[in-house]
């Protein structure tokens, strides 16, 4: 890290670029895949197939029906 990356990091809470990958932009989010599989009773394999917009569905669908 150089001297300018460190202090805008410092003092402006810029966060300097680590080199981690980022998550696909299709990936869904931690906790509701443990929501689908856990509370859902969802296999982790038929989680892993759906899409960000049918994975909330289905969740809601659960809070919803109880289903």
Do not use: Y
Not at 41 to 60: C, H, I, N, P
């Amino acid at each position: 890290m150089d001297e300018a990356t460190f202090w805008a990091c410092v003092k402006d809470s810029a966060r300097p670029d680590r080199g981690a990958p980022e998550p696909p932009s299709h990936a869904l989010p931690a906790d509701l895949v443990h929501l689908l599989i856990s509370k859902v009773g969802l296999a982790e394999a038929e989680v892993a197939e759906m899409s960000k917009e049918d994975a909330f569905a289905r969740l809601q669908k659960h809070w919803n029906d109880g289903v």
